[in-house]
């Protein structure tokens, strides 16, 4: 059952009503966007909810017996508010959703909450986008845990690699960060740069992460850092165009295994897997006589 306000409960007994749908995105960086389904902007709460980027919700699925909520929507790239490049560069990834009615002619009277979740699968048209919601039960049916691993399970510099942002052997994830500046690039995948010193620590499989530029605020992995040429290769292409003068910060690599956490980083009591476990073969492995020799 929906809760509603007296008032909001007789606006939709007259069985005539004004009611529209607004939907509530807060974004990782923490950028609100408002949108609805009516034809002029409304501001409720605070937020203002554009017409311009209006949506049409459909397959609404939302039940009371504990299974997850869902629900599709349908909207405009409008290139302003919600944009192709934004979506491309998973800027609304694990975005927070809010879906609720108002009586657009009259907002004192409240909302009435369909649904709370988190974005999930984007599909791109020429002029369109959809997009899956998923309420908060959404996640109890996904199978959680960790597996047993050789290889360590978390991230270089992540708060259990590296608890409260040092490593074991005192070293700070912050004094191994550097910052360069792009010199020259072919667009997408590689670069020069000045502004970087190589200390001898591995940076193939790091993390860049852009300051400046179309980029901002997007990170993505290292293939290669030549020092002697002044040239990086990322892994993948960059999301968006990369400029002559685009900055970015830097963090060195770990391959994950336990001689490099030991030996380059000196962190191995933050070693994350099992790197005695024995494999399949030695599971696989039995007694076996051999005769003795005569």
């Given at each position: ?120 699968v984007f599909t ?42 040092v490593l074991d ?66 892994y993948l292409k ?57």
């Open positions: 059952m929906k809760a509603a306000s007296a008032p909001m409960i007789a606006h939709i007994a007259q069985g005539q009503t004004t009611l529209s749908t607004c939907l509530k995105l807060t974004l990782i960086d923490g950028t609100i966007i408002g949108v609805t389904d009516h034809d002029q902007d409304l501001l409720f709460s605070a937020v203002t909810y554009l017409a311009q980027a209006g949506f049409s919700k459909l397959n609404l699925s939302d039940k009371s017996n504990g299974d997850a909520s869902t629900m599709q929507l349908k909207g405009m790239i409008d290139g302003i508010y919600i944009t192709a490049s934004d979506i491309r560069s998973r800027r609304f990834d694990y975005a927070a959703v809010e879906v609720f009615m108002v009586n657009w002619s009259d907002l004192t009277q409240g909302r009435i909450l369909l649904m709370t979740g988190k974005l999930g791109l048209d020429e002029y369109e986008f959809a997009v899956d919601l998923y309420g908060l039960a959404y996640r109890l049916t996904q199978t959680g845990g960790e597996l047993l691993s050789r290889d360590c399970r978390v991230d270089f510099g992540s708060p259990r690699c590296a608890p409260s942002g052997g005192g070293t700070t994830i912050d004094s191994l960060m550097q910052s360069g500046t792009v010199a020259t690039t072919d667009g997408y995948k590689t670069l020069t740069f000045t502004g970087l010193t190589d200390t001898g620590k591995p940076f193939a499989g790091g993390l860049l992460t852009w300051l400046t530029g179309n980029n901002a605020n997007l990170s993505i992995e290292v293939a290669t850092i030549d020092f002697g040429t002044s040239t990086i290769a990322l960059s999301f968006l165009p990369i400029q002559v003068g685009d900055t970015f910060k830097i963090q060195p690599a770990c391959d994950k295994s336990i001689s490099t956490c030991a030996n380059v980083w000196n962190n191995a009591v933050n070693f994350q897997a099992e790197p005695n476990v024995p494999g399949d073969d030695a599971l696989l492995n039995y007694p076996d006589y051999h005769a003795a020799h005569s």
